[in-house]
């Protein structure tokens, strides 16, 4: 049998990002797997050089347009601390709220696309449904649907009052049903059982030794959840404590079930968040802050993982900025996983694994000269240089 | 070669997070980030690495490590010694192309 080559990619509509799969097939059989990156790369890391710390969030939650207030509070988790600013209770309390909705926003987002790729069109429209709502509740919080940008460093732009929290507690209220019975649906849809599971199984020894994270690994055994193990902001609180969804089985399908159950947990956090919450006491204004010389590291549970930041500050400026996004940390795992599969497995197992490409392709090297490369004044003035 | 290895062996994570370098003058400083399945604490390793040198790579110890290493030496051009990612195209354009 001759081997051939296969490209998947880097537009493909199994494909909502741009990868390109390299796939080595031997009939339909997949031989070996190689991928290749770097067509969505921006230049979050280094155009938040320079700029003092608010500016810089700015930036740093506009990585993704799905876990932006992951990266905000992990970018927080790193600076807060040097800032030495006392920050209140309510403000934890309102991004534990935000970054849950955002985790039940995303898993829902993610069963449609799921959904999709394996031809139930109509399980892809009712998931998005629902994730609408949440968009919704977004746009009342923050006045964003998609990039939220609720943060500032030490506190946050809007105070939740009552009106908020009824609204976050009647759409989580109007929604749970419904998710329910879309769980049992991916639970028990013989189309879904088939095609899920025993396919794309990560063992808890690769998971371990690959370093993956997310439900990704937790679908492995691995009992790792940032909220957890380190919990910051709000998730240090006795009331709050999360409890991680853990399956054993390491397939499409067990990782399937893990977002799923993760969207309940998720739940309950908001819902304990919001009788927590005093909806009548303001929050603090925003500060001038001053940092000398000082570096922070900071991480968060984003929908897809752990979030990281690494953050170098100089005279109040950010001097080096380093994101270490989940998608990164899980994608060594494509080409491990994709050897021995079918060929017409290969979007399932690659949804499964819920990847974010632009997310992951942060970096840029801003190049003088070259008449397509912005530099960070432009991007963040949105000029191009003549 | 900048030896790591041993002394990242010696510090028994579960996990490597991330590896950053910082570029004053000529010379590089990796940091290497470290965490464990059951404690909250992160540790830190660093080291330098003058110009013109080669760090060694702890695929061995940390496969995730591959493309952590390759990030570094497209961006700041540190070489990984046993890295065969290192060297190669990650995020970067293709030559001549715009991506």
Redesign the interface.
């Known amino acids: 049998m001759h081997e051939r080559i296969f490209p998947v990619g880097p537009q493909h509509p199994a494909l909502k990002e741009p990868l390109f799969l390299k796939l080595h097939v031997d009939g339909s059989y997949i031989a070996k797997a190689e991928f290749n990156l770097g067509y969505a790369h921006r230049g979050v890391e280094k155009c938040a050089e320079g700029y003092l710390l608010d500016s810089a969030l700015h930036a740093v939650q506009r990585t993704c347009g799905i876990c932006s207030q992951c990266h905000s509070m992990a970018f927080l988790n790193a600076v807060e601390p040097m800032t030495k600013v006392k920050v209140a209770d309510k403000v934890y309390l309102q991004r534990l709220i935000i970054a849950e909705l955002e985790r039940i926003h995303s898993h829902l987002l993610w069963g449609g696309v799921m959904a999709h790729e394996i031809g139930l069109e109509t399980l892809f429209m009712y998931y998005w449904r629902e994730r609408e709502n949440i968009l919704d509740v977004f746009d009342e919080l923050t006045g964003n649907r998609v990039h939220h940008s609720p943060d500032l460093v030490g506190t946050m732009k809007r105070s939740f009052g009552k009106k908020e929290l009824d609204m976050v507690l009647e759409k989580l209220g109007a929604i749970e049903h419904e998710v329910r019975e879309l769980r049992e649906v991916m639970r028990t849809h013989n189309v879904i059982t088939s095609r899920f599971k025993k396919h794309g199984n990560i063992t808890n020894k690769m998971a371990r030794q690959l370093g993956l994270v997310g439900p990704v690994a937790r679908a492995s055994g691995v009992n790792y959840d940032v909220r957890r193990h380190a919990p910051y902001m709000a998730y240090g609180m006795k009331e709050l404590k999360v409890r991680p969804v853990l399956r054993t089985e390491g397939d499409s399908w067990a990782r399937t079930m893990v977002r799923c159950d993760e969207i309940f947990e998720s739940m309950r956090l908001v819902r304990k968040a919001c009788e927590l919450i005093d909806p009548n006491e303001d929050i603090p204004k925003k500060q001038n802050i001053s940092v000398g010389e000082a570096f922070g590291l900071g991480r968060s549970e984003a929908p897809r993982g752990e979030n990281f930041h690494f953050v170098r500050v100089e005279n109040s400026r950010i001097a080096r900025l380093k994101l270490r996004t989940p998608t990164l940390a899980n994608v060594i795992a494509y080409s491990r996983i994709m050897e021995g599969e079918d060929i017409t497995d290969v979007p399932v197992i690659l949804m499964s694994l819920d990847p974010c490409i632009s997310c992951m392709e942060r970096v840029a090297v801003i190049r003088k000269g070259r008449q397509e490369i912005w530099t960070s004044h432009e991007l963040f003035e949105g000029k191009k240089h003549d | 070669m900048i030896r790591v290895a041993d002394s990242i062996r010696k510090i028994k994570a579960?996990?490597?997070?991330?590896i950053?370098s910082?570029k004053k003058g000529e010379e590089n400083t990796l940091?290497y980030?470290f965490?464990w399945?059951?404690?909250?604490?992160?540790k830190?390793f660093s080291v330098k690495v003058p110009k013109g040198e080669e760090a060694e790579s702890i695929i061995g110890i940390?496969?995730?490590a591959?493309?952590?290493e390759a990030?570094v030496t497209e961006?700041f051009g540190v070489k990984f010694k046993g890295n065969e990612y290192s060297g190669k195209?990650?995020?970067?354009?293709?030559k001549g192309g715009?991506?």
């Open positions: 579960d996990r490597l997070i991330s950053t910082i940091y980030h965490s399945d059951k404690k909250p604490e992160i830190e940390f496969e995730n591959a493309l952590l990030e961006l195209r990650l995020f970067q354009a293709e715009t991506a």
